[in-house]
Each structure stands twice: as C-alpha cells, then as structure tokens.
Nanobody, 130 residues
Framework: EVQLQASGGGLVQAGGSLTLSCAAS????????VGWFRQAPGKEREGVSC????????YYADSVKGRFTISSDNTKKMLYLQMKDLKPEDTAVYYC???????????????????????WGQGTPVTISS
C-alpha cells in the first residue's frame, strides 16, 4: 500500500525547535514532488515547503524562510522538516505529501501551491505556546 506517515509534532514554546518526519512506504520518493503543508484552525491549507522533482531545489513560504529546512533521504524513504525559532502563528496540523507531477511541467516554487497531491500523510499537530 502506498502511504506516508508523518510524525514529530508536539507542543513547543515560542522560539523553540521541532523536527517533523515523514516515512514513505510502498513507493520511493525518487521522482516525486514532496512537500509539507499545514492547516491552522479556521484557515485554508497552505504550502510550507516543497522540493521540486526536476530541479531538486527546495522552496519555502515567505513566512518560514530562514527558519524551516526541508530535506529528504531517498535511501531511507524519509522526508523531514526542521523548524526553528517557532512562532505561535506556526501552530497548525502539518501534512507531508507527494506527487509525481506532470512530466512535461516544471513546477518550481509552484509546488507550494499544489493542493491535490496524490499521496498525503495523516497530519501531525504542532502547537506553539507564547
């Protein structure tokens, strides 16, 4: 079965750090656009960070640039999101996701705008206290 399993969320004080992990099973991350998305209460889901499958660059929402780092380990089939200097506005449920994308399209930073990715993890809650 193809699936993603996110973990690592929790309660952290503002200014603290947290690392989210996402384990892929039933498929490898090679060739996939992968990313982290979040949804805060009462808000729409938004792209936090993603890695394009053609240029292999990582992209970040302006709100997290310089604080969050995305990385993937294809041999371990793992995706990570290192978060530092966390703020109360980072509070949300975080989801990892993967998509093969259109082979004729270079998404680049537009991977942050994707909403209908093929594979989604179940979400891990992150709460930042002030």
């Amino acid at each position: 079965e193809v699936q993603l399993q996110a973990s690592g969320g929790g309660l952290v004080q503002a200014g603290g750090s947290l690392t989210l992990s996402c384990a892929a099973s039933g498929f490898t991350l090679d060739g996939y656009i992968v990313g982290w998305f979040r949804q805060a209460p009462g808000k729409e889901r938004e792209g936090v960070s993603c890695i394009d499958n053609k240029d292999h660059n990582d992209y970040y929402a302006d709100s997290v640039k310089g604080r969050f780092t995305i990385s993937s380990d294809n041999t371990k089939k793992m995706l990570y999101l290192q978060m530092k200097d966390l703020k109360p506005e980072d509070t949300a449920v975080y989801y990892c996701a993967a998509d093969q994308g259109n082979p004729y399209v270079w998404y680049g930073s537009h991977c942050l705008l994707m909403r209908s990715l093929e594979i989604w993890g179940q979400g891990t809650p992150v709460t930042i206290s002030s």
